[in-house]
């Protein structure tokens, strides 16, 4: 029997829709078996698995995924007894303000996956100033949450196949320029008070400011991140360990508008009162680019001490300085038992630099009689190339830097060099096989051995990653 014209209609849209939906789930499994076809190096594989779509994620690039994002996290906390939950951020651009991790906890950044920070400030919480500070870092008020913030967590992981996070912080640069902030601008990662911290394996643009800051921190992983700024942009800075303790950052390129990495432990007399240092640090297998600043700088901040800081395999490329100690009267606290080894620079404006007149103070309260302790700074086997000045080495009268091993050195100058090569005042140390030879300050060794280097390992080295997977 013929079938009349409307049945035929609904006939052929049931078939039509029965196609549909077997194409949509096999796409569905296809998409799936894409996902658990990714693994990842972590401290710690998880039981639960959701995507960000899960709650209602849209990856346009122009709907805001804030709620999302602290929706998902919020519901797979409570997993965080039963093997721990990780969040996957699928391919597509989603636009969010800031949000907190929880324990136990994996945030996994696709490939081909962009977090675009919103630039809607309302999205951004405000939080406490520091109590290592004393204030913010832009301004007397407070500071901006994170885009991505942590506090008091155990176990928490930030990582991806290289996705991107992009601060979008042209704009944030404009207001800080026009001193139209009254309180700090957002980083992009920001933990603290936590154990058990590895970031790993993504790239991050554009940063408002910092891009990644432990504070208070042990047991931190820094892996494999490509951080890109524009060398023009302010305070950019790379990797910031502050107050840490057994910390590891290796195999990162930096592109930035300030210090690649800036180790810190407070300021004035906030940072002596808090009295947390920064200590166990390694970098390796660090490439940097930052034609006005320092491809590792220990302070300013250093009030609460910085010691045992160990840096291997960098690679400086038109970059201001190499490795930089800031710090003034009033700082107080220590930098020492410093440990630098092959180091490559190409196109700097010093080698080493040690400011003792690094004066900028969180507010009049500071202690003028709170003298620095700058000892114990070891460097050796290092080449570098198109250098305008070998060394600036600024101690403080009265209070000279000491301690200070320069060995197996060689620094091509420009073709216009600085008439001085080496400017030398309050140091005290001693150099071995350096050209051209340092000055008189740090006289030549009679032995002409190495300065020393550590043998033993941190702790940290010892973290074997397991390898998990998209379930």
């Given amino acids: 029997m013929e079938l009349c014209p409307k049945s035929r209609y609904y006939q052929i849209i049931a078939i039509v829709s029965s196609i549909l939906i077997l194409k949509l789930l096999s796409l569905r499994v296809e998409g799936r078996s894409q996902l658990e076809s990714i693994s990842y190096p972590s401290i710690n594989c998880r039981k639960h698995t959701a995507l960000l779509t899960d709650f209602g994620g849209v990856g346009d690039g122009e709907t805001s995924n804030t709620k999302a994002f602290n929706s998902a996290i919020a519901n797979l906390s409570q997993f965080a007894s039963d093997g721990g939950a990780q969040l996957i951020v699928p391919p597509g651009k989603w636009l969010t303000g800031s949000f907190n991790l929880t324990s136990h906890f994996t945030l996994y950044i696709h490939k081909d996956a962009v977090l675009l920070a919103s630039q809607d400030e309302k999205e951004w919480p405000q939080l406490a100033v520091l109590p290592s500070y004393g204030r913010g870092r832009d301004g007397p008020g407070g500071r901006f ?118 180790v810190k432990s407070g300021w004035d007399q906030y940072g002596t009162k808090f009295g947390m240092p920064t200590k166990h640090l390694l970098i390796r297998r660090l490439t940097c680019i930052s034609p006005d600043s320092a491809t590792i700088a220990l302070g300013s901040e250093m009030s609460g001490g910085i010691k045992d800081v160990r840096a291997e395999d960098i690679t400086a490329i038109d970059t201001q300085s190499g490795v930089r100690i800031k710090t003034a009267i009033g700082r107080g606290g220590y930098v020492k038992d410093i440990y630098v080894r092959r180091m490559t620079m190409k196109t700097m404006k010093y080698v080493f630099w040690m400011t003792g007149s690094y004066g900028s103070h969180p507010d009049p309260g500071f202690d003028p009689k709170a003298l620095p302790e700058i000892t114990g700074i070891n460097y050796r086997d290092m080449m570098a190339e198109n250098v305008t000045y070998a060394a600036r080495l600024d101690g403080i009268e009265n209070d000279p830097f000491t301690g200070i091993c320069i060995s197996n050195v060689t620094i091509g100058l420009t073709e216009n060099p600085h008439k001085l090569h080496w400017n030398c005042t309050n140091v005290q140390g001693v150099t071995s096989r350096v050209t051209p030879p340092a000055c008189d300050l740090l006289p030549a060794k009679k032995d002409n051995s190495d300065c020393f280097y550590p043998k033993d390992k941190l702790p940290i080295e010892n973290v074997k990653l397991k390898t998990c997977f998209l379930k």
């Fill in 145 to 262: 949450s994170s885009l991505i913030f942590g506090t008091n967590l155990t176990d928490v992981v930030v990582t991806g196949g290289n996705g991107t996070i992009d601060g979008q912080g042209a704009p944030w640069w404009m207001k800080y320029r026009s001193k139209q902030l009254n309180i700090t601008r957002p980083y992009l990662i920001e933990i603290m008070y936590s154990d058990k911290v590895q970031i790993s394996n993504l790239t991050l643009i554009n940063s408002p400011s910092w891009n990644v800051h432990p504070y208070y921190c042990r047991n931190v992983l820094v892996q494999g991140l490509t951080i890109l700024a524009p060398i023009d942009s302010p305070n950019t800075d790379g990797i910031n360990p502050d107050s840490c303790a057994n910390t590891i950052i290796e195999d990162c390129y930096i592109v930035s508008g300030d210090d690649c990495i800036a």
